[in-house]
Structure formats: C-alpha cells, structure tokens
C-alpha cells in the first residue's frame, strides 16, 4: 500500500489496542476448534469448551515457563529480524534519538517520516498502532548502538504472556456429582421445525462476510431476516 493511503488509514486509529489489522479469523478459528462439539446439548458443549480453555491454559503455562532468558516473545523478534532485511532507506539524524528515514516508493514518489526513539514513535503511526518498530526505526536503529527488543511494546513481552495465562482453570466433576437443584420450573426448548437432512456442523458466512451475494437477497425461512439461510 502507497505511503500515504497508509498514513491516511491509520490517522484515527486509537493507540490504546496494540493491534495491526482487523480480522474475523478468530471467529473462525474458534468455529473449526468446537466443530465436532458443536451438535451437543447446551450442556455438554459449555462443559466441552471449558475442557478445551482450561487444557490451553496449561499448554500456554507450560510455553512460558520455557521462556525465561527472553524479554519478548521469539516469533516477534523474529518477524522484526526479517523486516530488517534489505531496507535501503536514507537517514538523516537531527539528536541521537531523533531523525528523518525517507526513501521512494514503487512509483518513484519520495517519502519521508520523522522517527523518535524517546516517545517511541513514527510519522507513520505504524509504530504507535502496532507497539512494534515499524519499518523506519528498524531502518534507524540500526544506525544506534541500541537494543531492538528495547522498543517494543511490553504487550509482546514473556512477563506479559505469563501474566495472560497464569490462572489455572479448575477442573470440574461429571454431570452425575453436580448438586441438584430445584429452580421451580421447566424451562422448555423454543418451537421450531427442525430442517430436512442432516445437521450442519459449518456454519453459513453472512453476506457482511463476503458470503454469497445471492444468499444475502434470500430470506430465512424461520426469523424472516436477510443474510443466512
């Protein structure tokens, strides 16, 4: 992407979230993590999913305790390790900590962004929307004798990525332990007619995720609304 369109993209993004794109991988990821769950009772399936967590946390755990010599994560100094590669930008110092990294982009239109390694930032915004040096102050740390590892967000940190995952889950016994209770009614599955065939275990993309375009004008059959089947 062009220089300025990127500029343009990132000038009011907030800073607060260390987070380069938006995506609804995650969505996704989680549907294909339960699709074999997910035709189970209520009950069953929220007892499946926290299987799952709790087992991720202890496998996280476990990674971390492995991670002690490192201050950031190693696939992040990794990915920054690769960006440095070839980068044939041109520096310019005004104090140690500051100066312009500038270059030409495909078209042969100059660029130029200003780098400050005391607020950690960059013209681009890169740096400040992401918490990982962008590309220019990769380009000018390397003319520092300074750590890059010193500027990155402590989002990315080991400490940081124990502290996400050190709650341990407890296990829990079987349905025929739980205690039982009387909650004074019966709650009642709502009506509706089951489709024809067999239940489906993928789910159907809406036409707000680029699903089909003709699903998108179809009406459903059960709620009336657009957008699903």
Request: hydrophobic content about 35%.
């Amino acid at each position: 992407m062009d220089n300025h369109k990127q500029l343009w993209a990132r000038s009011k993004f907030s800073t607060t979230s260390k987070c380069g794109y938006v995506t609804n991988n995650i969505a996704e990821t989680f549907n294909g993590w339960i699709r074999e769950e997910k035709s189970l009772p209520i009950l069953d399936l929220m007892d499946k999913i926290r299987q799952l967590i709790m087992e991720r946390f202890c496998t996280r755990r476990q990674l971390a305790s492995k991670l002690s010599r490192f201050k950031v994560l190693p696939h992040v100094m990794k990915e920054l390790h690769n960006k440095s590669r070839n980068l044939k930008y041109t520096i310019h110092r005004s104090g140690p900590m500051v100066g312009e990294v500038g270059g030409v982009n495909k078209d042969l239109v100059p660029w130029r962004f200003i780098v400050d390694l005391e607020k950690k930032e960059c013209t681009c915004r890169g740096w400040q929307l992401t918490g990982l040096p962008c590309v220019h102050t990769i380009a000018y740390i390397g003319t520092r004798r300074v750590e890059l590892e010193d500027f990155v967000d402590p989002y990315y940190s080991v400490e940081m990525f124990k502290a996400a995952y050190a709650t341990a889950m407890a296990p829990v016994p079987g349905k025929e332990e739980w205690e039982k209770v009387g909650i004074g009614f019966t709650l009642l599955p709502p009506k509706c007619n089951r489709a024809a065939g067999r239940p489906r275990k993928r789910r159907l993309v809406g036409a707000e995720e680029d699903g089909s375009s003709s699903r998108g004008k179809r009406r459903c059959k059960r709620c009336g609304g657009f957008g699903h089947l």
